[in-house]
């Protein structure tokens, strides 16, 4: 006959792991709903509407950026080092879509999350860029054509690195000062300034 007093104490440590684990999961799962900005020394909180655009403005930047790295890179056949992540499934999926040749590929933890690198060709790294272009900028409908980045590369010196960074960091400075300043909801409220973010 089993001893339910020796098991007790497995079983409650058991549920406990799992709790907390069950928490973590969903804590990392749900999107974040709002996002502290910095314009000209005073912060804000975006959220709601103001949230919304923010995310969008977002979506822009990751688009603005590729198209001003992918101009900087002059071999019309140049195979580039990228990096992206998601599920097994939508990996393998987005790798045949865009002839991408993974030469790293990390699982995180035990979960069916993956890192990977590739290359890819120019012609199909404008495929992604044109197809960027037209995803939601909704964290829910986050896919993995949104988590594209290059990699360090030598086909952008690192004085042409400095002007797309330049570019992007007054990009966002704009669209964020913009949706300040167009604010005419409860969806803005001053915050105490802890980044600097923007």
Request: net charge negative.
């Amino acid at each position: 006959m089993v001893d339910f007093h020796k098991l007790a104490i497995p079983i409650v440590v058991i549920l406990a792991i799992s709790g907390i684990f069950s928490f973590f999961l969903a804590y990392n799962f749900y999107p974040k709903k709002n996002v502290n900005v910095n314009v000209e020394g005073i912060c804000y909180e975006l959220l709601g509407s103001a949230f919304d655009e923010y995310k969008n403005l977002e979506t822009q930047r990751s688009v603005r950026a590729l198209q001003l790295q992918l101009g900087a890179i002059e071999p019309p056949n140049a195979a580039i080092p990228i990096s992206f992540s998601g599920t097994k499934d939508g990996i393998m999926e987005f790798s045949y879509k865009y002839d991408i040749n993974i030469t790293k590929n990390n699982q995180i933890g035990n979960i069916d999350k993956y890192v990977v690198n590739g290359i890819v060709n120019k012609l199909f790294l404008k495929q992604i860029l044109e197809d960027l272009k037209t995803i939601d900028p909704n964290p829910l409908n986050r896919t993995v054509l949104s988590t594209v980045g290059l990699q360090t590369n030598s086909f952008i010196t690192q004085e042409e690195g400095r002007q797309i960074a330049q570019n992007i960091d007054g990009f966002m400075q704009a669209g964020i000062r913009q949706i300040v300043e167009n604010d005419n909801t409860s969806d803005i409220n001053t915050a105490e300034c802890r980044t600097s973010t923007g």
